[in-house]
């Protein structure tokens, strides 16, 4: 069986986090989503891969290129739509297949049950089903896929995951594979129903910080790198080449410390943190509940919770990240979320600013004292003095 990733869309939804990468490429437990699908996959004795890559292309192909594992890619060149992005991989399937989001979390039971059932759909109830496509079925057959509907007549869910054969290539158009599905259904096609078991997708930026919370809970601990005599280590925590542990300070497992970064002392880190390489957070910091991408600096006498901070961002001094439930608007909707902030990468914040449900874009410059919720911050570049 072959297996076919879209990972060509940029995930608009999650600005500013995807201004300089691919949804797919965003680090979840230091790892990027898109190895969390690879590795079901491989799991389940499926070799035969092939990614679909599009926005950022090379970063997503310089990525798969690194991985221990003969991965095909295949470009789309214009992001039309996911039926598109599959009609790009059509010339290399041969065999029945399985179709997968590259930014979604998906176990390898899932993907088990999915390959037993041909010509079939992935589905799983979820409390907010109108941001996906919601499923309507009749026993154990689909009779439709509703894309985003504003009031969803079930709970029942797509995770965008289908085992198709290569008779489903004749009806893909150019807009969404649920087009493509809905009109296999219509012409007499049929497409089962199996259930999901662990599957997660992050629609808005603070849903990372559940994907974070969700795969560090299955973190092995392991410690490569220098842990002071004084420093204590409580629960399961990856700790990379390199990195260090400075006295009196304490991590709370679940927690990956990525190689090279650098923990002062009398911190205390997590529970549910990653911290990506060179982070270096200096001492008397406390972080908890936050995802933090690579050469991330938080100053002394920080604290820091429910963050999620973009690649080379650095905040001051006495920096205070506390959770807000703001109202926001993206792509014209206006959505209420829980976070303490959402920072795009080469931020530069300086001593005693305030975060409180800030949502913050790539390159801004913030000057000390400031407080900053909502979208005060949001535009990319901006100087907040």
């Not at 080469?346 to 913050?360: K, T």
């Amino acid at each position: 069986m072959q297996a076919v990733i879209l990972a060509a869309g940029e995930g608009r939804r999650l600005r500013p986090l995807t201004k300089n990468r691919p949804k797919a490429l965003i680090p979840v437990a230091n790892k990027p989503i898109i190895d969390y699908p690879i590795k079901a996959l491989l799991e389940c004795g499926i070799r035969d891969i092939i990614v679909v890559a599009g926005y950022r292309k090379d970063h997503v192909k310089r990525h798969l290129n690194s991985l221990d594992a003969p991965i095909k890619v295949v470009e789309q060149k214009n992001q039309l739509g996911t039926g598109d992005a599959l009609r790009c991989a059509a010339p290399q399937i041969r065999e029945n297949f399985l179709v997968l989001p590259g930014d979604n979390l998906i176990d390898a039971l899932s993907i088990s049950r999915i390959m037993a059932r041909q010509n079939s759909v992935l589905v799983k109830d979820h409390p907010y089903p109108s941001n996906f496509g919601v499923v309507m079925a009749e026993g154990d057959m689909v009779r439709s896929i509703i894309e985003k509907p504003e009031h969803a007549p079930s709970f029942s869910v797509s995770t965008g995951i289908y085992h198709l054969t290569p008779d489903f290539l004749s009806h893909l158009t150019d807009n969404s594979l649920t087009d493509s599905i809905n009109g296999m259904l219509e012409r007499g096609g049929h497409l089962g129903v199996v259930m999901a078991g662990e599957w997660h997708d992050a629609v808005y930026p603070w849903d990372l910080l559940a994907l974070n919370k969700k795969v560090l809970r299955e973190t092995s601990p392991a410690k490569s790198g220098a842990i002071d005599r004084t420093a204590v280590i409580r629960g399961p925590v990856l700790l990379g080449k390199g990195a260090t542990v400075g006295p009196f300070t304490v991590i709370y497992g679940p927690a990956v410390i990525g190689p090279g970064a650098e923990i002062g002392s009398h911190c205390a880190i997590g529970p549910f943190v990653s911290m990506g390489d060179r982070s270096k957070i200096d001492p008397f910091t406390l972080i908890r509940h936050s995802l933090l991408m690579e050469d991330v600096q938080v100053g002394s006498h920080s604290r820091v919770t429910e963050a999620v901070i973009g690649e080379g961002s650095a905040f001051g001094d006495h920096t205070t990240v506390e959770p807000g439930v703001p109202l926001v608007e993206i792509e014209g909707t206006l959505i209420r979320g829980r976070f303490g902030c959402i920072v795009g990468d080469h931020v530069r914040a300086d001593p005693l600013c305030i975060f409180q449900g800030a949502i913050v874009g790539n390159d801004v410059q913030i000057r000390g004292g400031k407080m900053i919720s909502g979208t005060d911050a949001c535009q990319d570049g901006v100087v907040v003095v």
